[in-house]
């Protein structure tokens, strides 16, 4: 580690905080639901237009600067780095009580966008500063759409990666669950792909006092819903993750007739493609097999969503000793298992060496209400943002900088 551009990261990371905060707060104040972003894209571009970056802005409103290094090339196997930071925010009616409030009503940033986005600005800023100290370019990732669909996929068939090119890619989301000033670690497996899946029960109505005269597609989707439990629990290994939820069942008009239709939704979820294909094949065949011996017929519609998303191990471990130099090793958390949630940021991963980070937002001494993403109460310490400008600035100069 070189010391004196540590120490001149951590002194314009001070500089520019100030900025970074008031930033973060216009954004909370004035929140946007996915694919609404208008104002929240034009406020990132109007920031680095103030700071020389250049950017363009897609036709989805994600934002995409580049700030490149003047100093000598990359000694190591990147050339470009991609640092991602999303920016929509939720329907939720905020009661966070601070004076930064959402002024939207029924919207809200509960899942900490607003703080991954100040976060990429304030890291924009302090690399802007310093370009001497990396070579290649710095891809500043501005996504908008994440808890709708689209996002990520959308910046990447719209050349976010490429012109300059881009060959890893980092990324941080808020932790509320682990104490301010601890980064969190998840090596390989992180994130589940999922799958939505919809099942049409075709039987046949009729009255409810004559059932032999018709096909039940209440009984037989019953049974179809009863079965797919079976999916996971005896076609997989018990160490082998993998979700089957049946959310919604919509049948019947009247309670003398036998229902001739009924309607299945629901989500699958695995943690690697191989196992996603394996799910979606045993969920089409039990389905159909099932409505078959009711004499009934079940179409099966399967769609998918994001991939998983999986850690590249050799990049992950070049950013935990990083991170064990920045903050200690006493203020690294492992996540004791990957989560069956989903997040698109796997679509980068798809496209290169990826490594996504939590961070954590809660003060130890928290006294106020509990801390949890999607909450109305949620209410990030912002001196938290220290520490993810910390890791993604010298992430871009460890991987960039031949520090």
């Known amino acids: 580690m070189n010391e004196a551009i540590l120490e001149q990261v951590k002194q314009k990371i001070e500089e520019v905080f100030p900025a970074v905060v008031a930033f973060r707060r216009d954004l909370h104040e004035h929140p946007e639901l996915s694919g609404q972003e208008e104002r929240t894209s034009r406020r990132i571009a109007e920031e680095l237009e103030k700071l020389g970056v250049s950017y363009r802005v897609t036709p989805e409103k994600a934002v995409v600067g580049t700030v490149p290094g003047s100093g000598s090339a990359p000694s190591g196997k990147y050339t470009g780095l991609g640092i991602r930071a999303d920016f929509d925010a939720l329907p939720i009616s905020e009661e966070s009580g601070v004076a930064w409030a959402s002024q939207n009503p029924g919207v809200m940033h509960a899942c900490g966008h607003d703080m991954h986005t100040a976060m990429l600005l304030g890291t924009a800023m ?49 932790e509320p669950g682990i104490p301010s000033g601890y980064i969190q670690l998840c090596p390989g497996k992180m994130n589940a792909a999922t799958c939505d899946v919809h099942i049409t029960v075709e039987g046949v109505a009729c009255h ?140 980068f991963t798809q496209y290169c060496d990826g490594v996504y980070m939590n961070v954590g937002t809660t003060p130890k001494d928290w006294s106020g209400k509990p801390q949890a993403l999607h909450s109305e109460f949620l209410c990030p310490d912002e001196e938290a943002m220290k520490t993810g400008i910390l890791m993604e600035a010298m992430a871009a100069l460890r991987l960039l900088g031949n520090l």
């Open 208 to 347: 409810g006092a004559h059932p032999d005269r018709g096909i039940d597609a209440i009984l037989a989707a019953s049974q179809i819903v009863t079965a797919l439990q079976a999916v996971v629990a005896r076609n997989l290994a018990p160490t082998q993750p993998g979700v089957v939820t049946i959310g919604q069942f919509h049948a019947g008009n009247a309670s003398n007739v036998v229902a001739g239709t009924a309607e299945l939704s629901g989500t699958l979820r695995a943690l690697d493609m191989k196992t996603m294909a394996q799910i979606k094949t045993l969920v089409k065949q039990t389905a159909e097999g099932i409505a078959a011996g009711f004499g009934a017929k079940a179409i099966v519609t399967l769609t998918d969503g994001y991939p998983s998303l999986e850690n590249n191990i050799e990049l992950g471990k070049t950013l935990e000793q990083l991170a064990v130099e920045l903050v200690g090793k006493d203020h690294i958390d492992y996540m004791e298992a990957p989560s069956l949630g989903a997040d698109d940021f796997a679509f």
């Open 126 to 174: 302090v690399l802007q500063s310093m370009p001497e100290a990396f070579g290649g370019n710095v891809k500043l990732l501005f996504q908008p759409n994440e808890e709708a669909e689209g996002g990520a996929e959308n910046m990447i068939k719209a050349g976010c990666m490429e012109d300059p090119a881009v060959d890893a890619v980092i990324a941080f989301h808020i």
